[in-house]
Structure formats: structure tokens, C-alpha cells
């Protein structure tokens, strides 16, 4: 018996569902086709512009002309697993019930994969800072140290300034024994710390994409390729020499050697060569 494709009705215009081909084939002109792959996924569906004098996607120029748009429709749809149950359930090889509930991008996850733990089982991804865990938790704004309750951990806020967008990482100063994040109060150092180092980490995004992309709205799968997705990352330990905090130090002492003969402090606050040391950058 031949399979009966499902149809959905848009502006007027009813298309067949081909959940197999990820496509809409309008019934009266098979020709005419939308690619579903096209549209926006929210997770909750699919969205985009219609066009209803070519029934198709709107062109870009179409939607973007504020005085004549009127031909322009916002549509959403739902997912596959919505409008063609049975239709996803052959494509996947599941059952019905399987199919049940969940969504065009949980479908296409690997069971055991780095993806499927982080979405279906919500584990966390895990940044190791010098030889410590800590969980990358985007939703409650911070690196947490594993098994270290006393730590305050990593602020996302206060490193937000850390971040270097020519390293395309984010550069701070840590603190190995409280598990923290130290900053250097570049005005007044004058020898290297003893107590803090400095580590160099990828962007949040690469950390956690699936937190990223809940956290700020993106759709479940944006920037999301399963074979690349990672659950644990390493920090690098940067030696002083590759940060400006040497040079923090030789001019915060320079600036004692001229107070000790006698200098004004407001002549040498108008020394330009002095104001590197103000950067809270490393």
C-alpha cells in the first residue's frame, strides 16, 4: 500500500510533507519545493519567510523592502517528528513511541556520544586548570571546581574583560590553591606572584555550545557538529614572559627609583610611558 504523506496548509497553499527529503512539495506544482533546511530551527520547530506570490522562501531583497513586504509572511512550523511521525520513525529505524515526544534534533543525536550526554543527560563539559576539573556551568555563570566546596570557583563576569580576541582565548591570572581567579593589581606589582599563574582557555562557546546556545536563545543545534562536539578541554599555562606583567613590574619599580630622587608623583603620572601598567589585560 503506497505511504499517504502528510500535508500542511500554508497561507492558502497545501504542501506535502517529505520528512525523508527534509523538503515541502506543494500538491499542485510538484516542481515548487521549500527545503527545510533553509529555515531557521528553534528546536521547538522550524521558522521562516514566506513568500505568497512565489509560495516559496521569501528572497532576501523581498522581506528586507519595508514599503512593499505585505506578500511577506512569518511562518512556523513544527517538527518533523510532529507533522510526520510515522514518516521519521522509518527514517531513523525507531518505533513509534520512540519517536514520541522528542524532537528533529534529538533525533539525529548518537546514542553514548559526547552530544548525548550533554543534552539528553545534562553532564556538564569539564575545563582542567592545572591539573584541577572544574565544571563548565554557563547557566549559573562560572568555572566550578570539582570537589572543592570552599572555592568560589571562576566568575564568567569577571573574566568577561579576559578575553583576547587575538588569541581568540581568554588569558587570566589563577590561583592553584584556592581554585580561583586572582587578578593583578598592575599599579602596585613589583615582583612576580608566587601564588598565582597565569592559564589560557578557549571561548565559552567552544567550551559548551549546547549551554551557549540555551543560555542566549540560539536554536538547540546552531554551530553544533556532532562529530567535533567535546566534553573535556585543557588549559595552557602561559609563562610570565608571554604577559605584560613583566613590564608592569619594571615600570612600577622605575616609578620608586624616580620618587626616591625626589620626583614629583604628578610629574611621572604624566609620563605616557607609564600608563601600560593601568591595563587589566594580561
Known amino acids: 500500500m503506497e505511504k499517504i504523506f502528510p500535508t500542511l496548509n500554508i497561507e492558502g497553499t497545501e504542501f506535502i510533507v517529505d520528512c525523508l527529503n527534509e523538503q515541502l512539495i506543494e500538491k499542485a506544482d510538484p516542481a515548487n519545493r521549500i527545503n527545510i533546511k533553509n529555515m531557521l530551527y528553534t528546536g521547538s520547530g522550524y521558522d521562516f519567510h514566506y513568500d505568497i506570490n512565489t509560495k516559496n522562501l521569501a528572497a532576501f531583497e523581498s522581506f528586507t523592502d519595508l514599503t512593499n513586504n505585505s506578500h511577506i509572511k512569518n511562518i512556523s512550523i513544527p517538527n518533523l517528528t510532529v507533522l510526520d511521525a510515522e514518516g521519521m520513525a522509518k527514517r531513523y529505524n525507531q518505533t513509534l513511541e520512540y519517536i514520541k515526544g ?34 563548565v556551568d554557563i547557566a549559573a555563570g562560572t568555572l566550578r571546581p570539582k570537589d572543592d566546596f570552599k572555592s568560589k570557583g571562576i566568575s564568567l563576569e569577571q573574566i568577561r574583560e579576559y578575553y583576547d580576541r587575538f588569541a581568540q582565548a581568554y588569558i587570566i591570572p589563577y590561583n592553584p590553591k584556592t581554585h580561583e581567579f586572582q587578578e593583578i ?98
Request: charged fraction near 30%; charge should be positive; include cysteine.
Open 102 to 135: 522528542k524532537t528533529d534534533f534529538e533525533l539525529t543525536i548518537t546514542p553514548g556520544s559526547p552530544l548525548d550526554l550533554r543534552w539528553n543527560k545534562k553532564i556538564l563539559p569539564v575545563l582542567n586548570i592545572a591539573g584541577h576539573p572544574f565544571f
Open 185 to 282: 593589581d598592575h599599579l602596585k606589582i613589583t615582583e612576580l606572584p608566587k601564588d598565582i599563574i597565569v592559564v589560557k582557555f578557549v571561548h565559552l562557546q567552544e567550551l559548551d555550545r549546547v549551554g551557549w546556545n540555551v543560555k542566549y536563545g540560539f536554536g538547540p543545534a546552531h554551530c553544533i557538529r556532532e562529530d567535533k562536539y567535546k566534553l573535556h578541554f585543557k588549559a595552557h599555562t602561559l609563562p610570565w614572559e608571554k604577559t605584560n606583567v613583566p613590564n608592569s613590574i619594571k615600570l612600577n619599580l622605575e616609578e620608586k627609583r624616580m620618587q626616591g630622587q625626589n620626583k614629583h608623583s604628578d610629574e611621572i603620572g604624566t609620563d605616557n610611558s607609564l600608563q601600560i601598567k593601568k591595563g587589566r589585560k594580561l
